[in-house]
């Protein structure tokens, strides 16, 4: 097994690093912030949002003490909002429990909602120079190369050897410069297609670069074919022209998001009485259809679907409208949707409507 060129990374590292905003701190708390965002996105997308993130929130008990809405609407469009919900719950408890100071040990820092081993590995190692070793799809992809390691990496046995070696070789003088020199190797020069070997400060002893088999390490099985649900959803108008809004549960995904109300279409049902029957079976009215205002389609991790939205007004004998599986409703102004946090694909919803105004 080759030995692991530990001072030419760091040496490459503190050449080529890029700049982020992040890297400009030494406060535990705006590095756990970057952490969080940086989870399943890219850097380019997460910079201006941990920018305004941090401008409402400087400081932990800011962020502890911050109405809910205000902190996913300023995460409305990064994606997976269960992250900026558990961010300020465990913020919370850092506030109130720990006197605004993120914990220094492995074992308490796990103890804080949303933050698992990678997160808990990163922030220690950045923030207090404690010597745990990070794996995401870039250090896999790194280490699987140099090592050879052609087993596939959707297996947690693969990962966890991925793990071993990474803690076997983390510079334990510099582990925070060592753990994003080896991410931002991956991300900008071992790179999934086309790495850059010529550049690489590891390519002397990478063994699939000796063997010429970038191409086929690491070894990632085929997912399974991604699902693909059609929602139908109802823009109900009253008399005022003013628009209903519901809440989303606070733990259901998309949770404590605003939304259009409706529902996934059941196999071989019509998409425009799968939105009477969801309006129906959510707000216990019934309402009569008048046109589809637009289709939207969106990609979540593990499915997509398509979304068919249709303006609706109450039937004449329908029920007032009532939050029977959401956490309230509200009927708003369509000029005012701007101010609710809405989930990507209503998003599109809420500024093709503000557009018609």
């Given at each position: 097994m ?14 080529n690093?890029?700049?982020m905003?992040?890297?400009?701190t030494n ?12 989870q399943?996105?890219?850097?380019d ?6 920018q ?8 932990v008990?800011?962020?502890a ?23 300020q ?34 922030v ?26 052609e087993d ?11 793990q ?18 080896i ?18 400060p590891?390519?002397?002893?990478c ?10 390490i ?7 074919k991604?699902?693909h ?21 606070e ?10 109300p ?16 969801e ?5 216990g ?20 679907i398509?979304?068919h939205?249709?303006w ?5 004998d329908?029920?007032?409208p ?30 093709k ?5």
């Open positions: 080759p030995e692991f060129p530990v001072h030419e990374l760091l040496t490459w590292y503190r050449l690093r890029r700049e905003p992040w890297r400009k406060d535990p708390y705006r590095i756990w912030v970057s952490e969080i965002m940086l399943q996105t890219r850097v997308t997460v910079i201006p949002y941990y305004r993130f941090l401008d409402a929130f400087p400081t008990h800011d962020l003490t911050a109405d809910r809405q205000e902190v996913l609407k300023l995460w409305e469009g990064l994606g997976y909002y269960s992250r900026a919900r558990n961010l719950d465990a913020a919370q408890t850092v506030s109130r429990e720990l006197n605004g100071q993120l914990p220094d040990s492995y074992k308490d820092i796990l103890k804080l909602k949303g933050i698992g081993p990678y997160t808990a590995a990163a220690l190692s950045i923030a207090f120079d404690k010597p745990y070793a990070v794996v995401d799809g870039n250090v896999l992809r790194v280490l699987t190369r140099f090592y050879g390691i596939d990496i959707r297996r947690q046995s693969t990962k966890n050897l991925v071993k070696l990474a803690d076997e070789i983390i510079d334990r003088e510099h582990p925070g410069d060592f753990n994003q020199a991410m931002e190797l991956g991300a900008t020069v071992c790179t999934p297609s086309r790495p850059e070997c010529w550049n690489c590891l390519a002397a002893e063994i699939a670069n000796k063997t010429a088999s970038t191409g086929q690491p070894f990632k099985s085929p997912r399974k991604t699902p649900h059609h929602i139908g959803v109802g823009l109900i108008r009253n008399q005022s022209g003013h628009l209903l809004i519901a809440l989303r549960p733990e259901a995904m998309l949770g404590g998001l605003w939304e259009f409706g529902g996934k279409k059941k196999p071989n049902e019509n998409i425009k009485d799968t939105v009477k029957r309006l129906k079976e959510e707000l009215c019934m309402v009569t259809l008048e046109k589809e205002l637009m289709v939207v389609k969106h990609a979540y991790s593990h499915f997509r398509t979304l939205a249709w609706c007004r109450l039937s004449p329908s029920p007032d009532s939050p029977r599986s959401s956490q309230q409703i509200r009927w708003v102004k369509p000029s005012d949707l701007s101010n609710y946090p809405f989930p990507k694909a209503n998003k599109v919803l809420t500024e409507v503000m557009k018609m105004r």
